[in-house]
């Protein structure tokens, strides 16, 4: 079995200052993860995956994520926030087939 | 390179009435389809998935069943809609080779009245 655990259903920031949207996983297995980003009524785009490469991911659009083995985290960071990055986004593991989302973090931008 | 289409984008349907939503992905062969339904403020649930054609897996029990007449062509139906079938409805496809990753389609909005 796996889950996933998105520990803020919304995050608020200044544009300009970071962004960190934490993420929590269990899996019985070595898994695939995966941050995706949403804008209103539209499908899922790729931020970036993690595939037992290296544990640090750069993604698009600025943002990176660090897989954490000991602490089963994959957070997700960017270090200076735009408008454009006000969106929803999700923290997915995979593995066997099979995805499991968290149930996602509403990213605000303030100017 | 590879597309994924959804249609319609945006659809209002009565209680009761039948439902058919349409996937297909051009610029790949024999991928795996899928279809999941996003609830407001919500995570993404798999609804199906399929490994090619004809072959369907329903991940859970519902209203709505899917098909997979042509290998790129995944439909999601119903014979009668809930109001609980509301939703954000998006498909996506990944590589037979590569199932850890998932590429996903603009998404259909599902209102039912």
């Known amino acids: 079995a796996q889950s996933v655990t998105q520990l803020d259903s919304h995050v608020s920031v200044s544009e300009g200052t970071p962004v960190l949207l934490r993420c929590n996983y269990s899996?019985?297995?070595?898994?695939?993860l995966f941050w995706y980003v949403q804008h209103p009524n539209k499908g899922l785009q790729l931020l970036l995956k993690?595939?037992?490469?290296?544990?640090l991911v750069k993604g698009i659009n600025g943002f990176e994520a660090e897989f954490k083995k000991s602490e089963t985290s994959f957070h997700l960071t960017k270090p200076s926030a735009h408008m454009s990055d006000a969106a929803e986004y999700f923290c997915?593991?995979?593995?066997?087939?099979?995805?499991?989302f968290g149930d996602g973090t509403t990213l605000t931008v303030k100017p | 390179s590879q597309t994924i289409h959804q249609w319609p984008a945006t659809l209002v349907q009565p209680v009761g009435s039948p439902l058919s939503l349409e996937c297909t992905v051009e610029?790949?062969?024999?991928?795996?389809l899928y279809w999941y339904r996003q609830a407001a403020g919500r995570g993404l649930q798999l609804l199906f998935y399929?490994?090619?054609?004809?072959?369907i897996s329903s991940e859970v029990p519902q209203n709505l069943s899917a098909s997979r007449p042509q290998d790129r062509q995944f439909i999601l139906s119903s014979k009668k809609l809930l109001l609980s079938d509301s939703g954000f409805y998006l498909c996506?496809?990944?590589?037979?080779?590569?199932?850890?990753?998932?590429?996903f389609g603009p998404g259909t909005r599902l209102t039912v009245l």
């Open positions: 899996s019985s297995y070595s898994p695939s």
């Open positions: 993690y595939t037992s490469a290296a544990t």
């Open positions: 997915v593991v995979r593995n066997a087939g099979k995805s499991t």
């Open positions: 996506a496809w990944s590589a037979q080779g590569n199932p850890r990753e998932q590429f």
């Open positions: 399929s490994v090619g054609i004809g072959q």
């Open positions: 610029g790949t062969s024999n991928p795996n």
